[in-house]
């Protein structure tokens, strides 16, 4: 059985776009998708979150864009990961590593 | 670089506007498309599968509003079309600017006038002989690139300034002075000002009481 599908905690979602593009270029949907799947179905990201985030990643320079063809023929964007990119990715890994292991630390408290 | 990536950024999103708004708009409905095929591919008829992925992609107009509001410059952007939006309204009824503009600088005009002659003729008249014609002098020392007056005169130098001057009808000195007033054990600070005799009738007053008879050197 699935999953019921959980609400993204703030700041996680451009974590989880940085990690779906680390294993190369994909499209909103794909990067959508990928995310489901990586997260086992617990987050699904629509539309109207995905977008904005990634146009501001953009804005950013985390990620880079062009128009390519998808798996069936039809005009695409695609993103993938710039090197200031990886290098926010490992920030905000270090940081949520940070803030799951003390939340996990709270929780196991007496 | 990451500045140099969100210059290019706001370069772009404030002067190539419908190029990036070309670029949304074909790519939400490319994500649309997508998810229909996707749909499709589950054998959900045309119909629904379309169904199914503008549910699922949700307004479009309302998507592109949310990516636009992301964007770095967007206020900026925002104000600049409300002013573009402003300016072709008021080319638009050309009759009605004009007619705006001349109330406002009317009004603008005939406010100003009122106000000030409501201030200096009742809030704060000024009650002295020929106040229009009053003006403040003093010495710049120009050789050391002062542009402030000298603080101290000596009353010849006053009385100097009264004889020779030719485009002065008089000259008055002062200072400030203030004292302790005592009386009947108690004392108070009194602000007061030292002037030169010819003080009232360059003002064109009468002392409010008391003597004012001085030498009439200075």
């Known amino acids: ?110 | 670089m990451p500045f140099f990536v969100k210059v290019r950024s706001l370069f772009r999103n404030l002067f190539l506007f419908r190029s990036v708004e070309s670029d949304l708009d074909e790519e939400v409905h490319a994500h649309l498309e997508m998810l229909k095929d996707e749909s499709m591919g589950t054998g959900r008829p045309v119909k629904e599968a379309e169904r199914t992925a503008r549910i699922e992609l949700g307004g479009i107009e309302q998507l592109k509003e949310q990516v636009r509001d992301e964007r770095i410059g967007n206020w900026f952007h925002s104000v600049l079309s409300d002013c573009r939006f402003g300016l072709r309204q008021l080319r638009k009824n050309l009759g009605f600017t004009l007619i705006s503009i001349l109330a406002l600088a009317l009004g603008i005009g005939f406010s100003t006038t009122v106000f000030s002659i409501f201030y200096n003729g009742v809030l704060y008249p000024f009650p002295y002989r020929d106040a229009q014609r009053l003006t403040v002098i003093g010495i710049v020392d120009t050789q050391h690139n002062s542009e402030r007056f000298r603080e101290m005169y000596h009353l010849d130098e006053v009385a100097a300034f009264r004889e020779q001057a030719q485009s002065l009808e008089d000259v008055v000195a002062y200072t400030g002075w203030d004292t302790l007033y005592s009386h009947q054990g108690t004392s108070e600070q009194v602000h007061g000002c030292v002037v030169t005799p010819n003080m009232l009738d360059f003002w064109g007053r009468a002392a409010a009481s008391g003597p004012w008879n001085f030498p009439a050197r200075c």
């Open chain 1, 1 to 110: 059985m699935a999953p019921e599908p959980t609400t993204l905690l703030q700041g996680t979602l451009d974590l989880l776009i940085l990690r779906s593009l680390v294993t190369g270029e994909m499209h909103g949907l794909g990067i959508s998708r990928r995310i489901e799947q990586i997260t086992g179905g617990t987050f699904v990201v629509k539309p109207g979150s995905l977008f904005p985030a990634l146009h501001r990643m953009e804005d950013e320079g985390w990620i880079s864009s062009f128009w390519g063809d998808s798996e069936n023929n039809r005009r695409a964007r695609y993103y993938r990961l710039t090197k200031p990119g990886q290098r926010q990715l490992q920030a905000e890994t270090q940081r949520w590593a940070r803030i799951s292991g003390a939340i996990a630390q709270a929780l196991e408290a007496s």
